[in-house]
């Protein structure tokens, strides 16, 4: 069979880049839960309108839960390229012209939502049969069936019931939790690839479409944790950085931090290229039984002895570069400032510098997607708190 041969991409010299989702307005209910979703949909060129309520929503907030005068990293990186206004359920007029909004909106993005988004949702109940076309989008804990559909989470708490928590840490010490946000930004990822199947849906038949994701199920479904358990019969037992299969296949020390080596045993020729690079460092290792992978697991411990005293030789840059050289998967384990700093990252564009009446004030990740060479990514900083009030309240009151 002849493989197809990959289009070759030229990218445009142009920042005049038609953006793909442009037309498209997003009505996004502020909760953390969407909010990555709606980033996504804003660096592809949405319209996205974040409606927050008075106060502004939790993100603006500091560690003491109390407003601070400027804009939160974690809120200027998930809400960039957004506009922002703020509505009072409890306010009449403020509730005509949100009907209004939604009613002429494409997609609406919703999360499990406090009493605020509760009185909103209760106030546009129906909203849906004045727009046919409307895609309503929610990102739940659980999702809205099931005994716990009612329930509440946090990153922790979607880190364990996920079965994630229970493969994490060292087997002899209790599961270690994972950083930062990473079940919202998966659950997040997966409901905008979903939008947009609903949107190639209404184009087809002229009518809107519910998306649901819950944010347990698309954290277990990026790990093989499911079929691993079901097809092998592996029970997910803990390892540390020690892989189940592969050895060496974990973090090993270097001089000046730490670098993760794998010689997979399907790799043909990483072991054989790996002691001819160790050398005599390798001492027992040239030995004729450890050119077997199942005997090389079988006496990790002893193995890592070595490996580590050979490590620790090291820079961690240097490993890493000298391992892509034997063709030998290796990769230092950078903290934020090296990857910052790291020059396939510099070279890319990454990460983009926001800027306030023209000074530099913080980077920011920029959008992981590029189409035809060009990374998308929204124009604007993140939006202050009901800075877009009169740009989309007093247009959704006016007749069409």
């Known amino acids: ?35 990555y979703c709606g980033r996504l949909l804003a660096s592809l060129g949405a319209e996205v309108v974040l409606v927050e309520p008075p ?4 993100l603006r907030k500091g560690p003491d839960e109390q407003a601070i005068s400027d804009i939160t990293p974690s809120f200027a990186w998930l809400h960039t390229g957004k506009s922002s206004i703020v509505i009072d359920p409890r306010n009449d007029s403020d509730l005509v012209d949100f009907k209004a909004l939604i009613a002429r909106a494409d997609i609406v993005l919703q999360g499990p939502g406090d009493e ?20 309503v989008a929610s990102i ?26 229970n493969l994490s840490g060292k087997p002899e010490e209790p599961p270690v939790l994972a950083p930062c946000n990473q079940s919202t930004v998966v659950a997040g990822a997966q409901t905008s690839v979903g939008i947009l199947i609903a949107i190639r849906v ?47 296949g974990r973090i090993y020390p270097c001089k000046d931090g730490f670098i993760h080596l794998f010689v997979s045993p399907v790799q043909k020729g990483a072991w054989d290229r ?11 290792l040239s030995q004729e039984e450890w050119s077997n992978p199942r005997y090389r697991r079988s006496h990790v411990t002893v193995l890592d002895e070595v490996v580590r005293d050979w490590t620790k030789t ?19 384990v950078n903290s934020m400032a090296d990857f910052v700093r790291d020059p396939q990252t510099v070279s890319r564009g990454f990460f983009q510098q926001a800027r306030d ?18 990374r998308m990514h929204g124009e604007r900083r993140a939006p202050e708190l009901g800075v877009d009030n009169s740009t989309y309240l007093a247009k959704s009151s006016r007749p069409d």
């Open 1 to 35: 069979m002849k493989l197809v041969e990959k289009r070759k991409i030229i990218p445009s010299q142009s920042s005049n880049v038609p953006s793909p989702l442009q037309g498209l307005l997003v009505v996004e209910v502020a909760d953390e839960l969407v909010a």
């Open 55 to 58: 106060g502004g929503c939790q």
């Open 116 to 135: 605020w988004d509760r009185r909103m949702t209760l106030a546009c109940e129906g909203l849906p049969n004045d727009n046919p076309r409307l895609v």
């Open 140 to 165: 739940l804990p659980f999702g809205s069936t099931g005994p716990y559909r009612n329930y509440r989470s946090t990153k922790s708490v979607d880190f364990a019931m996920s079965g994630l928590l």
């Open 202 to 248: 209404r184009e087809q038949t002229g009518l809107g479409q519910c998306v649901e994701v819950s944010v347990q199920e698309a954290f277990t479904a990026q790990e093989n944790i499911v079929s691993s358990f079901t097809g092998d019969g592996w029970r997910g037992e803990r390892t540390g950085s020690q892989h189940r299969v592969a050895a060496p």
């Open 274 to 284: 790996l002691l001819d690079w160790m050398g005599s460092s390798a001492g027992i």
């Open 314 to 332: 090291w820079p961690k840059q240097d490993l890493y570069v000298e391992a892509q050289k034997r063709h030998i998967p290796c990769a230092p």
């Open 357 to 374: 009446n023209g000074e530099p004030s913080y980077i920011f990740p920029s959008s992981t997607i590029l189409l035809n060479g060009v």
